[in-house]
């Protein structure tokens, strides 16, 4: 899912990307999204943000092709101006590109399919490994604090 959305922002022409709500955090997932898992599931999200590309319509093309060659079910609204482009399958759950996130930003998010497990524990657990210094997928980019000594 990390892998995807950092994927996806090597398609564009675009520089400056940053993780707008920090790492990769799970989430409960709802009981119509845990197909059949049992009532402990989680899923992975995570997004990064960049100053807006120039060409909104040629990028959203481009990120709802590259999607597509993944085995992506995509759909994209306003094609026309400010397109955001939808994926779902492959390799997450869901995902979105919108070119006209807020404060004039581009925005890639994914999300993963859901799995068992207590969001609240795997995300005790990952800020557990962060405090030991361990780098997680979708630390990059955030400022972590050197493990304790």
């Not at 922002?9 to 197909?35: F, I, K, M």
């Not at 997450?92 to 994914?110: H, K, N, W």
């Not at 795997?122 to 980019?141: C, H, I, M, T």
Request: with cysteine; glycine share 10%.
């Amino acid at each position: 899912m990390v892998e995807l959305v950092f994927n996806t922002a090597e398609q564009l022409d675009v520089t400056g990307w940053w993780p707008r709500n920090g790492s990769a955090g799970a989430r409960e997932c709802t009981p119509e999204s845990s197909h059949g898992l049992g009532d402990a599931t989680a899923s992975y999200s995570y997004d990064r943000w960049a100053p807006q590309g120039t060409d909104h319509v040629e990028d959203a093309q481009r990120v709802a092709e590259y999607w597509e060659s993944l085995g992506m079910s995509v759909r994209t609204i306003n094609p026309t101006k400010d397109p955001v482009v939808f994926g779902e399958g492959g390799p997450v759950l869901r995902a979105e590109f919108d070119t006209d996130a807020p404060e004039q930003s581009y925005s890639i998010g994914a999300t993963a399919p859901c799995s068992p497990g207590d969001a609240f524990t795997l995300n005790e657990e990952d800020s557990a490994e962060r405090d030991q210094g361990k780098v997680l997928p979708g630390d990059e980019g955030l400022v972590l604090q050197d493990p304790p000594q």
